[in-house]
């Protein structure tokens, strides 16, 4: 600035000795500050130039316009307001004046009110404004500028030929690019240089490089900027031994120490996979700047290198190079792509220790990076830290709790971000209104519904779509489709949207009406539209409509699509035809693995459990990998059949580890009930032991399983050490371990379990304290079964039987009367079970005279196989054989295995061996491996010294049988 300095002093006494300066003179002084940047000196030539009247040549008002919009446009803007008539260069200057501090639509304005007043724009002012076209991406008035370059007659310079292509290639219309590239009579380095980087830019990675060929073809020697192109094309190719050729031409050409060059090559070779030559390129470099470390670091992220790339970062701290927001979102983004919280907790740990974790942008990326990895909870406290929390904050959050499934907290959250002034964006509405949608809430969708027309956003069409969404969702079919209406854009996921809810809503007619006008309207239904509209069909049992959706789907071509293909079979299967269901799925040129799960699955709802084993053995025999599904849907199935299947479960549980399918919750509960039924405890207790983690159907599996077998201590073992683990049982697990109670007669473990009930809220249910009662009852605890039953603010059937239950089980006929009394009077009709209760209860006590009248009550003709053998029962115990013989006579089908048994311990009682002998005949008929029958008959004949034997002729009295 020193030269300046003399400059204007210079000025200044020549005008003090009154001396005239001339223009050339004046001009040479203005133009050696703008070359300097000499804004100050300027100014003083400037006031000296006014005070002598000299400052109204319009040239001098050009110098001084373009040197004071170093400083400030307003300054430059109020010089050219002085000006009487501007000319082109004084306009020219205002403009690039503009452009240099980015007012890019004010350096419109002023080039086209340049020519509103017969102001020609010129070459320069050309370029400047094709600049402005560029950067704003605004391809309508680029188009009329190049329509007024073609009039000037200059699209044939070189320059304006090359600014034109760069336009064009920021606008995205790469296609005229190429039109006026090939118009160029002659073509200089910058015009290829600008052709190559247009098509690396609109990433035709292939049209650079030969592009490339074809200059090189013409004598061109390419130079850094044409470089820093191909490498990026070749990156982007994965062309690494291009790379490689491009890297020695850098060589040959001297540039190896560029830096930026270097950096391009180390992105280069990373992309290829070459961390090698990567981290030799890195390691040549004397002093690497941040975008170097920058390149290497991505590179190593990008390849899962996560200890390089944390080493890389230390040593570059410990060089005393400081990350640039730009780096540290690269690290943070390929710790985020790793999806690994060990990994996220390492890298916050180093930013921590570097000093940067209190940078805003870092604590954004930090937040995203938990999110990513699955740790909610960890991103939420670092966002809690936050002492600004911007738009892109909070909308992370929305995208974790989206994802983590928590609708209700994305609603709270977004009223508190409205409550801290937050201005709320589209990003965080779309968010707000899906969790609206999960929750079919109404109220609240309305409510985001009135803040999107307050933020003027509803005509952008991805809102539009989350808006019409949650009226969908919750049937609200007339404000969906008025949303649908006013929206002046919709695209595909609009249509399809409205037709999916009309459709759900079984609204046929409509469905129709919009397929036919969404291709009015040049939009062609997709594979999602027809499964929307065919998913529907099979839940409602329209076949006729599926018929008719089905015929659109061959018209258009969407059968032969797995996608599309697995909603047919499912429709079909669920309509009960299969038939037409397997016809589709035999048509489908490609099974994919849903195809065969959708098919298994169906066979196996419609209980064809042998058919569906069947699919899945010729699904490994296409060599179909069978996913988490396919192994569910078999492994319920063969819990289903039971018996013989061990050697099927053994093999899916061999098959499920070699495919290193994670055994989580699902997979491990199916296998553990499948084992349990087919009577391998012990399997099915070493994959719940193998389990990382247990939940409460797991379980609860695991003990039905010990209880199904008999194995009640085991069920009740492992029933409080649920409830010690801190897990909080289920119902059924409740009704499971109460049963285990009674078949154990573990009565100290069932106050327990009571009491876990009581602390778990369930004192309430009518199911389990019908089981409490029950259990109360049959262990001799009649006043505690009274109380439960006395605290139940109603009681239903279920809890009357139960306790009557109990009073007969221990023979207490008159508080068995009175319970049932009250049933009664509460208008509850009893059930063949009630009488059976009361009866047993006269049983035990052998009142047969009783008991007679219940039998009247309980309508001998249309009593069941389980209320004859509590009559049996009663006759039985009181010695009443011959009544008992006739009510067996009575019988309106066989007697079965219990019957006999009741008969044959009632011939143990009273001492009758001949009608024991008959009465064991009838029950071995049944099954001769009943060993309580051979017991009672040994005894029999032990007790009457006689022996029998099978062969024996029946004796009459129950001849028939």
């Known amino acids: 600035m020193q030269q300046g300095f003399q400059s204007y002093k210079d000025v200044e006494r020549l005008y003090r000795e009154g001396r005239t300066l ?22 003083v030539i400037h006031s000296l130039l006014s005070c002598n009247g000299v400052q109204s040549h319009s040239l001098l008002q050009s110098y001084l316009i373009r040197l004071f919009s170093y400083g400030g446009i307003l300054e430059a803007g109020l010089v050219f307001c002085r000006v009487a008539e501007p000319n082109v260069y004084a306009w020219h200057a205002l403009i690039s004046g503009h452009v240099m501090h980015g007012f890019y639509e004010r350096a419109l304005e002023l080039f086209y009110m340049m ?23 605004a391809l309508i008035e680029g188009q009329a500028v190049h329509d007024q370059i073609v009039t000037h007659g200059l699209e ?33 380095l910058i015009s290829w240089s600008v052709m190559i980087a247009a098509f690396s830019q609109n990433s035709q990675s292939m049209a650079a490089l030969e592009l490339y060929r074809k200059m090189v073809d013409e004598g061109f020697k390419p130079d850094r900027a044409v470089f820093l192109c191909l490498l990026k ?54 002093s690497p700047d941040v975008i170097a470390w920058n390149a290497l670091m991505a590179g ?33 983004r390929a710790f985020q792509d790793s999806e690994s919280f060990q990994n996220a907790t390492i890298m916050h740990i180093s930013l921590i220790f570097s000093g940067f974790d209190s940078k805003l942008l870092v604590q954004e990326l930090l937040v995203s990076m938990y999110v990513t990895c699955g740790a909610l909870e960890d991103g939420n406290k670092i966002f809690e830290t936050m002492l ?70 509803n005509e952008s069409v991805v809102i539009g779509n989350a808006v019409i969404d949650v009226y969908v969702k919750c049937q609200c079919m007339e404000m969906a489709h008025q949303v649908f209406e006013t929206l002046r854009e919709r695209n595909l996921v609009t249509w399809n949207t409205l037709i999916a809810g009309y459709a759900y809503n079984r609204q046929d007619h409509i469905v129709l009406g919009l397929l036919q006008a969404m291709q009015e309207e040049g939009f062609a239904p997709d594979d999602f539209t027809y499964a929307s509209i065919m998913k529907p069909c099979g839940d409602a049992k329209a076949l006729g409509f599926a018929h008719q959706i089905h015929e659109k789907i061959v018209a258009f071509g969407f059968e032969a699509t797995a996608f599309v293909g697995s909603i047919i079979i499912d429709t079909y299967s669920k309509c009960g035809c299969m038939d037409e269901a397997l016809d589709v799925f035999e048509k489908l040129p490609c099974k994919d693995v849903v195809c065969w799960n959708t098919l298994i699955g169906a066979q196996a709802q419609l209980g064809n459990e042998i058919q569906a084993l069947e699919l899945f053995e010729k699904m ?167 109380r439960v039953f006395r605290n139940l603010p109603c009681q239903d059937l279920v809890c009357f039987n139960a306790l009557i239950s109990g009073y007969g089980h221990h023979g207490d006929k008159e508080l068995a009367e009175q319970s ?92 009758n061996p001949q009608l024991a002998k008959d009465c064991f005949d009838q029950l071995s008929r049944l099954d001769l491996s009943v060993a309580a029958g051979y017991m009672l008959m040994s005894d029999i004949c032990a007790d009457s010294q006689t022996s029998f034997s099978l062969d024996d002729p029946r004796h009459n009295n129950i001849q028939a049988y």
């Open 22 to 43: 001339s223009e050339a003179t004046t001009s040479i002084f203005l133009q050696d500050c703008i070359k300097k940047n000499d804004v100050h000196s300027g100014r």
């Open 115 to 137: 020519q509103e007043l017969q102001v020609s724009p010129g070459r320069c002012t050309f370029l400047c404004i094709l600049k402005v076209c560029g950067y704003t991406e």
């Open 156 to 188: 044939s310079d070189i320059s304006v030929g090359s600014s034109l292509i760069e336009m064009y290639a920021k606008c995205g219309n790469i296609e005229e690019s190429c039109k006026v590239f090939d118009t160029l009579q002659s073509k200089d």
């Open 233 to 286: 094309a070749c990156g982007a190719l994965r062309v690494g031994w291009l790379g490689r050729m491009l890297h020695e031409q850098i060589v040959e050409n001297m540039l190896e120490d560029d830096s930026l060059l270097c950096s391009s090559l180390i992105d280069m070779y990373s992309k290829c996979s070459n961390m090698e030559d990567a981290q030799s390129v890195f390691d040549s470099l004397r």
């Open 300 to 332: 190593y992220g990008q390849h899962g290198c996560w200890l390089h790339t944390l080493n890389l970062f230390h040593r570059m701290h410990l060089c005393g190079i400081e990350p640039d927001t730009i780096l540290l979102s690269s690290i943070l």
């Open 388 to 457: 600004e929390r911007s738009v892109s904050a909070w909308n992370t959050i929305f995208a974790g709790l989206i994802q983590h499934n928590m609708p209700y907290d994305v609603i709270q959250t977004h009223e508190r971000m409205l409550l801290e002034h937050v201005q709320t964006d589209s990003s965080a509405l779309v968010n707000v209104l899906k969790a609206c949608s999960k929750l079919k809430n109404l109220w609240q969708g309305k409510v985001v519904h009135t803040i999107v027309n307050l933020c003027d956003l």
């Open 620 to 786: 490994q025999e296409d060599q179909v990998c069978a996913d988490k599904m396919t192994y569910l849907c078999i492994l319920k199935v063969c819990s289903t059949l039971l018996a013989g299947l061990w050697q099927q479960i053994m093999l899916l549980h061999h098959l499920i580890l070699v495919a290193q399918l994670e055994l989580d919750i699902f997979l491990g509960t199916a296998l553990i009930d499948s084992y349990a039924k087919n009577s391998d405890l012990g399997a099915a207790r070493k994959v719940f032991d193998s389990l990382s983690c247990q939940n409460v159907v797991t379980w609860g599996s695991m003990i039905s399983g010990y209880l199904q077998h008999g194995e009640g201590l085991s069920a009740l073992d492992m029933t409080c050490k649920m409830i010690s683990e801190g897990l909080k049982p289920e119902k059924s697990t409740f009704l499971a371990a109460i049963k285990a109670c009674i078949s154990t007669g573990a009565v100290k473990h069932g106050r327990l379990i009571h009491d876990s009930i009581i602390r778990d809220g369930f004192e309430l249910n009518l199911e389990i304290c019908s089981a409490v009662i029950n259990f109360y009852g049959k262990c001799g605890s009649l006043q505690e079964a009274l």
């Open 820 to 911: 049932f009394e009250e049933l009664q009077t509460k208008c509850v009709n009893p059930i063949s079970e009630t009488y059976i209760n009361v009866l047993k209860s006269f049983s035990h006590i052998g009142l047969v005279e009783e008991g007679e009248k219940w039998i009247k009550n309980m309508n001998i003709n249309k009593k069941s196989l389980i209320q004859y053998t509590s009559v049996i029962d009663l006759f039985g115990r009181a010695g009443h054989m011959e009544e008992a013989v006739e009510v067996l006579k009575t019988m309106p089908d066989l007697p079965d295995v219990a019957v006999w048994l009741v008969f044959l311990t009632a011939c143990k009682m009273y001492g």
